[in-house]
């Protein structure tokens, strides 16, 4: 029994700790959802303009441009949306020009050391007039009224650069298993209270949905100063808060992403694409993590077939942390019951990620390979 209670121990202390930690990382408490059209008002649509970097997004990008047209009572009139078509062939930006109140841009060929999507804003940012800009991706739709809802969250709070985690699609169960913990294991990486307090400590952001002063953007020289930067939105959102801004980010269900996964292995190519990275290609990082998950997952699962006490409080307390995610993508508790085997597979895309690396890719996206710089 002392023999459980020492593979216990270390899983007990991290959640009960997560539980005690007054960011409160387990909780969804910062969010933003749509509330109608009163709130923002057609003169904030006026000092905004849409940025949206799309490569071969012809089977999403009408329903993104739709949602946009959907941000006001009627028409967004006013609403000044810049699509840049990044070399697409799939008549991607055909498509958008459909809109009377689009602009596309027709991107020029990706330069060395640039990633394709802060080449293409790049591109975009000169077209860009108006006090507040916000950055969408080509497969991000926005529920009626959310835009609104941003707009007057942002002026409530004074922030400089709001953020929104998309609502990932759940059309399967890897879906359903895997997609709640991407935010869930976000959340707890990057944790959203304390990113959004003064504390330069933390810095994140979701690069599907970002409201952002023009003029931050500007000062920190966006986006010339994160062109190589596989996790974009993490660095735009530190560049900014170093600048002396103000950040925000937050969960919705009215930012919706429509790209679909459905297989294990769609959610693992886009989970390995950048998880190493997060580590900053350290293999001793990598080492400590692998640790960490076992000493949380692994070890109590041990010590409770053991007959610890100690290690079922441990495994409900896991449990319990995640509950709070679950319920608000409106998913069954009953998930949480899966963590163990949610964090072996997220270990594993981590290693894959990893192994990547160590073969010379950073990443893998849009028929664009980008390699690992010497």
Request: hydrophobic share 45%.
């Amino acid at each position: 029994m002392e023999t459980a209670f020492w593979l216990a121990a270390p899983a007990a202390v991290m959640w009960f700790g997560l539980w005690l930690a007054p960011w409160r990382p387990w909780s969804t408490r910062e969010q933003i959802e749509p509330t109608g059209f009163g709130h923002g008002g057609h003169g904030d649509m006026n000092a905004v303009t849409v940025l949206i970097p799309a490569r071969n997004e012809a089977e999403v990008i009408q329903r993104t441009l739709d949602g946009l047209q959907a941000q006001s009572e009627g028409m967004a009139t006013g609403l000044k949306i810049v699509v840049i078509d990044d070399q697409s062939d799939d008549g991607t930006g055909d498509i958008a020009r459909r809109y009377p109140n689009v602009e596309v841009i027709s991107g020029q060929p990706l330069p060395k050391g640039w990633a394709g999507k802060l080449w293409a804003l790049e591109q975009g940012k000169g077209r860009v007039t108006t006090p507040m800009t916000l950055l969408l991706d080509a497969d991000i739709a926005l529920e009626p009224g959310l835009l609104p809802a941003l707009l007057a969250h942002k002026r409530a709070t004074g922030a400089h650069f709001v953020s929104l985690m998309a609502d990932l699609r759940r059309t399967s169960f890897w879906d359903r298993l895997l997609l709640p913990a991407f935010v869930y294991y976000f959340k707890l990486i990057y944790p959203f209270a304390v990113s959004n307090s003064p504390s330069k400590w933390v810095a994140a952001a979701a690069g599907g949905c970002v409201l952002v002063d023009t003029a931050a953007l500007h000062k920190v020289n966006a986006f010339e100063c994160l062109k190589g930067a596989l996790i974009d939105d993490c660095t735009l959102a530190r560049r900014i808060k170093d600048g002396g801004h103000k950040t925000w980010i937050g969960l919705s269900r009215g930012v919706i992403s429509l790209r679909p996964y459905g297989t294990l292995k769609s959610v693992h190519d886009m989970v390995a694409r950048s998880a190493f990275t997060q580590l900053r290609y350290s293999t001793p990082l990598l080492l400590v993590v692998t640790a960490l998950f076992a000493l949380a997952y692994w070890l109590p699962i041990a010590a409770l077939l053991q007959g610890s006490w100690l290690a079922a409080a441990a495994l409900l307390a896991m449990c319990a942390a995640y509950v709070p995610t679950l319920r608000y993508y409106g998913l069954s508790p009953v998930w949480s019951l899966a963590s163990p085997l949610i964090g072996a597979l997220y270990l594993g895309m981590t290693w894959s990620s990893a192994i990547r690396t160590w073969r010379g890719v950073r990443s893998q996206w849009k028929n664009r390979t980008y390699e690992v710089e010497s």
